[in-house]
């Protein structure tokens, strides 16, 4: 489970607590329609995230400007940018299966609030998410700024929070979106959707974090 994911679990943990449980009944057909848009995104998610490990990788080995004879605390440092940067790379490649998820939640009617909620949910995610597109996520470009600061640990704080340091996401925004959604959890439930697929659905509302 990813990390954004384990923190849907950990904010879903208490309704489970409480006797959600599992699902006595079939989904209802919006709930079971909202369910597949999700799953076809977490299909989407899965593939496109060893794509950007593989990219990240690939950048990082190829990037001339960090040091030559690198103490293991330097490695550590870069370590954790590194890890942060493939977010970056993953959230760029997830604009357009995420634009199809919004797309498809708001081609099901329902008056359902749990869904309603993670519908508008997902347009606030989305809205964030396009401030990557088309932006420059190559990692040894900000690696170079870096070096020209002296290895700053400013600037290194800046390259570990990309989305929010450098990128100009709105992290309250972020927050309230993926509390909203994992707030849903046990309406979802009562729709007929299981403890696993409520907290997969309510998932895709916290891919950019919690």
Known sequence: MSSRATAVAVAAASAFALGAGSASSAPTPAAARFWSAARTFELAEAYAADAATWREARALKTCDVLPRNRSASFNRRAGVIDIAWREVILMQSLIPPYRRLVRAFGRVRTSSTALRTIRSSTLLVSAQLRK??????????????????????????????????????????????????????????????????????ASVDSILGF
Do not use: M
């Open 132 to 201: 990557l597109d088309g932006v420059d996520a190559n990692v040894c470009t900000y690696l170079a700024h870096w070096r020209d600061t002296g290895w700053s640990t400013d600037y290194e704080r800046k390259l570990r929070d990309p989305f929010y340091e450098i990128f100009g996401l709105d992290h309250a925004v972020v927050g309230r979106a993926a509390r909203r959604a994992a707030n849903t959890i046990p309406a979802l439930q009562r729709l007929g959707l299981t403890f696993d697929h409520a907290l997969k659905l």
